[in-house]
Nanobody, 124 residues
Framework: QVQLVESGGGLVQAGGSLSLSCAAS????????MGWFRQAPGKEREFVAFISRSGGRSAYGDSVTGRFTISRDNAKNTVSLQMRSLKPEDTALYYC?????????????????WGQGTQVTVSS
């Protein structure tokens, strides 16, 4: 099983940018679809983005489209999430996740390995 560790979270003002990173170990991420999800207090886990095994296909949640960019470096076994034009409603615990299903999915139920999360707080 692949182990995932997120980093890069923090406190930022609205309109600012942050870059999250997910470092994988134990297995090569090239065999996995990789995703980012987030969860705010009292809310369900929300899909943010996924990227296909080769990096040739990605998709985003409606609330982050045009502001966030997911990327991966299979050689370095890492996945990144570039976030810009951040809003207070982006405040959440952000999780990196790995999926071994054939077709990339927006459902958290399709992801079997999760990191511990990194906190992103956007002040108004």
């Amino acid at each position: 099983q692949v182990q995932l560790v997120e980093s890069g979270g923090g406190l930022v003002q609205a309109g600012g940018s942050l870059s999250l990173s997910c470092a994988a170990s134990g297995r090569a991420i090239s065999t996995y679809v990789m995703g980012w999800f987030r969860q705010a207090p009292g809310k369900e886990r929300e899909f943010v983005a996924f990227i296909s095994r080769s990096g040739g296909r990605s998709a985003y949640g409606d609330s982050v489209t045009g502001r966030f960019t997911i990327s991966r470096d299979n050689a370095k076994n890492t996945v990144s999430l570039q976030m810009r034009s951040l809003k207070p409603e982006d405040t959440a615990l952000y999780y990196c996740a790995a999926s071994d299903i054939l077709i990339p999915s927006r459902s958290p139920n399709s992801y079997y390995s999760w990191g511990q999360g990194t906190q992103v707080t956007v002040s108004s």
